[in-house]
C-alpha cells in the first residue's frame, strides 16, 4: 500500500501549493490565452498532487529479464486497486448500516467498476511463460500474495474473517490494528443480512447478531429469506437489487480468484508456492468457496 504522500518529497510547502477555485483557473487561462501553462520552477503541480515522481521509484527488478518489471507494476497496480476497492465496499456497508439501500447500490456499482479494472489487470501477467518467471523468480524470496494486507482486508470486509490471517502483519502495528478492526465489524454480506432483518424478513438470530470475528458460515434460513426477496423480482424492489449487487461483487470476486489460479498455472505449474502453500491446490480451494454463499446455493432452489 503506498502511504508516502507528494508532500513528503516534494519542494512546495503547503503555502506553495494553496488552493485554487473557478476564479483563478479562469484567470490563468485568460493570462495563458487558453493555452497549458509550461513553465514551473520546481515539480509540476501534477507530479506534486499525486506523487507521480515517488510512485515511479518503486519499481526495483532484482534482475535484467523483462518479465520481472510487469510482474511488480502488476502487483503494485491491484495494491492500489484493493484500497479503492475496500474503500468502496466500506461506504456501501456503513450505508446499509444506516438503511440507505440507493446509496449502498451506488458504492456496490462503483466497486464493481474498480473490480472490472482489477481483474483486467491480470493481462499484464497473465501471459507470463515459466522460462519468463523462472529467470526472476528465486530474486523474490519467500515473497508471495498470500502476504499482501491488502487483500486480506477485502476477504475481511467481504466476510471471510480469520484470526490467524493476522499474524503475518503482527510486525506491521498500524496494519495489525487495521486488520483486527475489520475482523471485528460486521461485514457487508452481515450488513446486508441486519438490513433484511430491519425490513421484517424471518432471518436466524446467528445471522444479525453474532461474533464478527468469526468467518460467515452459511444457513438454511439466510437462504429461505433471500428465497422471499426473489420472490419479487420487480425494478421497484429495492432489496432484489441488493441482492443482485452483491452478486455482482460476488461473481467478481470469484473471476480475480479463478484468474490468479489461471496466471499460476500457466507460469510456474503445480511446484510449491513462495510463501510456503502447495501452490495450484491452494488456490483451486480458495476459488471453490463461494463469496455470500446462499446467494449462490438459492439458484438452485428457485
Same mark, same amino acid.
Given at each position: 500500500m503506498l502511504t508516502t504522500t507528494s508532500a513528503q518529497q516534494c519542494p512546495y510547502t503547503p503555502a506553495d501549493v494553496g488552493a485554487t477555485d473557478e476564479r483563478d483557473r479562469a484567470r490563468r487561462a485568460r493570462d495563458n490565452a487558453g493555452q497549458p501553462t509550461l513553465a514551473f520552477d520546481r515539480n509540476t503541480p501534477y507530479v506534486d498532487y499525486a506523487g507521480i515522481d515517488t510512485l515511479l521509484r518503486l519499481q526495483n527488478p532484482r534482475t535484467g529479464e523483462p518479465a520481472e518489471t510487469a510482474f511488480i507494476i502488476g502487483t503494485q497496480v491491484m495494491e492500489l486497486l484493493f484500497v479503492l476497492i475496500q474503500e468502496r465496499w466500506e461506504i456501501a456497508r456503513d450505508a446499509l448500516e444506516d438503511d440507505d439501500v440507493p446509496g449502498a447500490l451506488a458504492w456496490l456499482r462503483r466497486a464493481a467498476a474498480a473490480q472490472d479494472v482489477l481483474n483486467d489487470s491480470w493481462k499484464l501477467l497473465g501471459d507470463m511463460g515459466p522460462t519468463e518467471f523462472n529467470r526472476f523468480r528465486d530474486s523474490f524470496g519467500e515473497a508471495s500474495g498470500f502476504q499482501s494486507f491488502g487483500y486480506r482486508k477485502l476477504e475481511f470486509v467481504l466476510g471471510n474473517k480469520s484470526a490467524p490471517m493476522i499474524r503475518p502483519h503482527k510486525g506491521m502495528a498500524g496494519v495489525a490494528d487495521d486488520l483486527r478492526a475489520l475482523?471485528? $465489524?460486521?461485514?457487508?454480506?452481515?450488513? =446486508?443480512?441486519?438490513?433484511?432483518?430491519? $425490513?421484517?424478513?424471518?432471518?436466524?438470530? =446467528?445471522?444479525?447478531?453474532?461474533?464478527?470475528?468469526?468467518?460467515?458460515t452459511p444457513d438454511p434460513g439466510v437462504e429461505a429469506a433471500w428465497g422471499l426477496v426473489y420472490a419479487d423480482d420487480r425494478p421497484g424492489n429495492d432489496l432484489y437489487l441488493l441482492a443482485e449487487a452483491l452478486m455482482d461483487v460476488a461473481e467478481r470476486v470469484t473471476r480475480w480468484r479463478h484468474l490468479h489460479l489461471m496466471a499460476v498455472k500457466r507460469a510456474m505449474g503445480g511446484k510449491p508456492g513462495s510463501g510456503g502453500s502447495n501452490g495450484l491446490t491452494w488456490l483451486a480451494r480458495n476459488v471453490e468457496k463461494d463469496v455470500f454463499p446462499e446467494l449462490w446455493s438459492l439458484r438452485s432452489a428457485l
Open positions: 475482523l471485528g $465489524r460486521p461485514s457487508l454480506y452481515d450488513a =446486508a443480512l441486519r438490513l433484511l432483518h430491519r $425490513r421484517g424478513l424471518p432471518l436466524p438470530g =446467528a445471522a444479525v447478531d453474532r461474533d464478527w470475528t468469526l468467518e460467515y
